[in-house]
């Protein structure tokens, strides 16, 4: 007797019991490779859209302004999972990098990322997992007098399309030089508001109009303010959620071409952080330089509204006297890539611990050692992000003497610290940077890979 084809072993199951078995198949590799055995098993993972949805959290990658690459901080790789890297090679200008290069990520969504290259007036959008890039072409914007060119920001929803947006949002310019008196009056943003947007669907870019919904967030005059700290962005449930100028949140909805301004909290600090956690949009604000404020926030009847989730205490942070050591590393690509440009450094070699951190066990290992002392370091404390499927914020610490540069995860729920390790990358005194952890100097954000290879053919 023949053994049956391929088809045939997967008719012998119902439709409904090969998804639920399907469903329970673990990591994104293995259900890639469950996806080539037949087109029945094809068909019902890309119908279900069950590889997209596989965004495991893998690790933060870290932007140091003035090396040439980013960092990417993470747990040891488990046994057969690929390792995210923040290694560039797969670019194809990637032999230009030199170590005072200005290569680094603008933005990311759903693991892909949006790099400005060594030149400002090109981007790649691309996915380390699977070393896939595309090329942007060039936004040929036309702006004039006080308002200048802005950011970039990534909009990418795997579970609904391979497809991605890059929106460009201007900024107002600070000072006094080419500014018409007569502008300083008129509200900001407009309505309708003139954006940028690159499709990857018609792979070009294009001016789309949003219709303000709801209230300006003030009068240029009052938006036209130096802006300090990362300017990220958010996106959930098919909004794309943009930190702007003046600390006010832009709500993108992408399907009703309208936006809205949602003011920052009433009692904010000096300096906050834009993030995606457990129960959508989060934000972190610091008061003074000994606690941090956490909020989330809530949308009913079209109305939004900043809850205060808590009132954080930095002293398990500031304190800590432990190791610098802990189970995670930093990939220090940086070192690997430019080693030869480098003085004779002693690398010392990590030793890693027998434990790995885990999130999702709640009875983790409290591995704080916090000692008293009457004269210690001043610290610079920076927010890293947060965790996308848990509350954790992840902190970092340096200090004053550019030393022990370390990371913290902050449970929020129990208040319980833990230490990751050392973020400080070797050789970093050679590139003539300041505290690694400065706003202005750093720029950070926890990455989840997407592992489908289903991306739109590059536009070059």
Same mark, same amino acid.
Request: glycine fraction near 6%; charged fraction near 25%.
């Given at each position: 007797?023949?053994?049956p084809?391929?088809?045939?072993? *997967?008719?012998?199951?119902?439709?409904?019991?090969?998804?639920?078995?399907?469903?329970?198949?673990?990591?994104?590799?293995s259900?890639?490779?469950?996806?080539?055995?037949?087109? *029945?098993?094809?068909?019902?993972?890309?119908?279900?859209?069950?590889?997209r949805?596989?965004?495991?959290?893998?690790?933060?990658?870290?932007?140091?302004?003035?090396?040439?690459?980013?960092?990417?901080?993470?747990?040891?790789?488990?046994?057969?999972?690929?390792?995210?890297?923040?290694?560039?090679?797969?670019?194809?200008?990637?032999?230009?990098?030199?170590?005072?290069?200005?290569?680094?990520?603008?933005?990311?969504?759903?693991?892909?990322?949006?790099?400005?290259?060594?030149?400002?007036? +090109?981007?790649?959008?691309?996915?380390?997992?699977?070393?896939?890039?595309?090329?942007?072409?060039?936004?040929? /914007?036309?702006?004039?007098?006080?308002?200048?060119?802005?950011?970039?920001?990534?909009?990418?929803?795997p $579970?609904?399309?391979? @497809?991605?947006?890059?929106f460009?949002?201007?900024?107002?310019?600070?000072?006094?030089?080419?500014?018409?008196?007569?502008?300083?009056?008129?509200?900001?943003?407009?309505?309708?508001?003139i954006?940028?947007?690159?499709?990857?669907?018609?792979?070009?870019?294009?001016?789309?109009?949003?219709v303000?919904?709801?209230? *300006?967030?003030?009068?240029?005059a009052?938006?036209r303010?130096?802006?300090?700290?990362?300017?990220?962005?958010?996106?959930w449930?098919?909004?794309l959620?943009?930190?702007?100028?003046?600390?006010?949140?832009?709500?993108?909805?992408?399907?009703?071409?309208?936006?809205?301004?949602?003011?920052?909290?009433? /009692?904010?600090g000096?300096?906050? +952080?834009?993030?995606?956690?457990?129960?959508?949009?989060?934000?972190?604000?610091?008061?003074?330089?000994?606690?941090?404020?956490?909020?989330?926030? $809530?949308?009913?009847? /079209?109305?939004?509204e900043?809850?205060?989730?808590?009132?954080?205490d930095?002293?398990?942070?500031?304190?800590?006297?432990?190791?610098?050591?802990?189970?995670?590393?930093?990939?220090?690509?940086? +070192?690997?890539?430019?080693?030869?440009?480098?003085?004779?450094?002693?690398?010392?070699?990590?030793?890693?611990?027998?434990?790995?951190?885990?999130?999702?066990?709640?009875?983790? @290992?409290?591995?704080?050692?916090?000692?008293?002392?009457?004269?210690?370091?001043?610290?610079?404390?920076?927010?890293?992000?947060?965790?996308?499927?848990?509350?954790?914020?992840?902190?970092?610490?340096?200090?004053?003497?550019?030393?022990?540069?370390?990371?913290? *995860?902050?449970?929020?729920?129990?208040f319980?610290?833990?230490?990751?390790?050392?973020? +400080?990358? $070797?050789?970093?005194?050679?590139?003539?940077?300041?505290?690694?952890?400065?706003?202005?100097?750093?720029?950070?954000?926890?990455?989840?890979?997407?592992?489908?290879?289903?991306?739109?053919?590059?536009?070059?």
């Open positions: 007797m023949e053994p084809e391929d088809g045939e072993l *997967a008719a012998l199951l119902p439709e409904d019991v090969l998804v639920d078995v399907l469903r329970r198949v673990t990591g994104p590799r259900l890639a490779v469950s996806r080539c055995v037949c087109k *029945a098993w094809r068909a019902i993972i890309d119908g279900e859209g069950l590889l949805r596989q965004l495991p959290f893998s690790g933060i990658f870290i932007c140091f302004r003035r090396l040439c690459l980013p960092e990417f901080f993470s747990r040891p790789a488990s046994a057969g999972q690929p390792a995210i890297s923040g290694k560039l090679d797969f670019l194809p200008r990637a032999t230009e990098l030199r170590p005072h290069g200005n290569c680094y990520i603008e933005d990311h969504c759903n693991g892909l990322l949006l790099l400005q290259g060594t030149y400002i007036d +090109y981007h790649y959008v691309l996915n380390p997992a699977t070393r896939w890039w595309n090329t942007l072409p060039l936004c040929l /914007d036309n702006c004039t007098g006080g308002i200048v060119r802005g950011d970039y920001y990534l909009a990418f929803d $579970t609904v399309s391979c @497809h991605y947006q890059v460009q949002i201007p900024s107002l310019r600070w000072g006094k030089d080419e500014i018409d008196p007569l502008e300083e009056t008129s509200e900001w943003p407009p309505s309708p508001y954006l940028h947007v690159f499709s990857s669907r018609r792979g070009c870019w294009e001016e789309r109009l949003f303000r919904e709801g209230d *300006a967030a003030g009068t240029v009052k938006a303010v130096l802006f300090e700290g990362q300017r990220n962005s958010v996106y449930r098919g909004s959620y943009v930190r702007c100028q003046s600390d006010f949140v832009m709500r993108i909805s992408l399907s009703e071409d309208k936006y809205s301004v949602i003011k920052p909290p009433m /009692d904010i000096w300096s906050s +952080y834009l993030g995606l956690s457990e129960k959508g949009v989060y934000c972190a604000s610091f008061v003074e330089n000994t606690h941090i404020r956490v909020y989330a926030l $809530t949308e009913s009847c /079209d109305q939004f900043w809850i205060l989730k808590n009132d954080y930095l002293k398990p942070v500031q304190m800590f006297d432990g190791q610098v050591n802990g189970p995670w590393i930093l990939e220090d690509i940086n +070192y690997e890539k430019f080693r030869s440009h480098l003085p004779n450094i002693n690398k010392e070699e990590v030793i890693q611990e027998k434990f790995e951190w885990n999130s999702d066990d709640d009875d983790f @290992h409290e591995n704080l050692d916090i000692v008293e002392v009457q004269h210690r370091p001043y610290f610079e404390i920076e927010v890293l992000g947060f965790h996308p499927y848990k509350e954790i914020l992840f902190l970092s610490r340096s200090e004053d003497c550019k030393l022990n540069a370390m990371a913290f *995860a902050y449970h929020l729920n129990s319980k610290v833990e230490n990751l390790g050392s973020i +400080y990358p $070797t050789g970093h005194d050679y590139f003539s940077c300041s505290i690694p952890n400065e706003s202005h100097e750093i720029d950070s954000f926890p990455y989840t890979p997407c592992w489908i290879e289903e991306t739109p053919e590059r536009v070059n």
